[in-house]
Nanobody, 114 residues
Framework: QVQLVESGGGLVQPGGSLRLSCAAS????????MGWYRQAPGKERELVAT???????NYADSVKGRFTISRDNFKNTVYLQMNSLKPEDTAVYYC????????WGQGTQVTVSS
């Protein structure tokens, strides 16, 4: 099965930016729709951004206009550019198919705090 490894998280001040990467061990083109999910402490994991094989994107209302999902099918990598970050964006971020069918990776922690 394809393995997923997320990276790029960190501590950032409100209004700052981060770029997350999700490297897959196999072809993501054959997988189809990919997404970024996040889980904040004490909350359910939620889907925040989706990208189809043909690069059509969709976003949760909470991140629309601030986050941009992209994919490089040749590099088997999915990205999430996060701008204008808010404290409520603090969470562990994961990538997976949409709906999720692969084993979850370890995620990458994003903390937005002054």
């Amino acid at each position: 099965q394809v393995q997923l490894v997320e990276s790029g998280g960190g501590l950032v001040q409100p209004g700052g930016s981060l770029r997350l990467s999700c490297a897959a061990s196999g072809s993501i083109f054959s997988i189809g729709d990919m997404g970024w999910y996040r889980q904040a402490p004490g909350k359910e994991r939620e889907l925040v951004a989706t990208i189809t094989r043909s690069h059509i994107t969709n976003y949760a209302d909470s991140v629309k206009g601030r986050f941009t999902i992209s994919r490089d099918n040749f590099k088997n990598t999915v990205y999430l550019q996060m701008n204008s970050l808010k404290p409520e964006d603090t969470a562990v971020y994961y990538c997976n198919t949409v709906p999720p069918r692969l084993n979850w990776g370890q995620g990458t922690q994003v903390t937005v705090s002054s």
